[in-house]
């Protein structure tokens, strides 16, 4: 893989996210060696991964829950309904 295809693929999220298969990840391991940019896009996905709130990342992870979870996570995160008349 070359890397225009790391970067359409969003490899670096992927990777952070410990969702590449072993010869990806190895693949995009060593490219990393040398690029600077792959690295930086690594990095950032980390920070964001860091500095997403728990109540983010717990309802994430209700995508592979049940619908009934992600509806009531929805619900807390939508905004108010206008009363206009």
Same mark, same amino acid.
């Given at each position: ?10 490899? =670096? ?5 410990? /969702? ?6 190895? =693949?995009? @391991? ?8 792959? *690295? @930086? ?6 920070? *964001?991964?860091?500095? *997403? ?8 992870? /209700?995508?592979? /829950? ?8 929805? =619900? ?6 206008? =009363?206009?008349?």
């Amino acid at each position: 893989m070359d890397h225009s295809q790391f970067k359409a693929n969003q490899t =670096a999220a992927v990777y952070v996210a410990d /969702g590449l298969d072993a010869p990806t990840q190895e =693949a995009f @391991e060593m490219h990393m060696m040398d690029c600077p940019e792959c *690295i @930086e896009d690594v990095e950032t996905w980390r920070a *964001i991964k860091v500095n *997403i709130p728990s109540r983010v990342r717990l309802a994430n992870a /209700g995508v592979h /829950g049940s619908r009934s979870a992600r509806r009531s996570d929805r =619900a807390t995160l939508s905004l108010p309904r206008c =009363a206009c008349p």
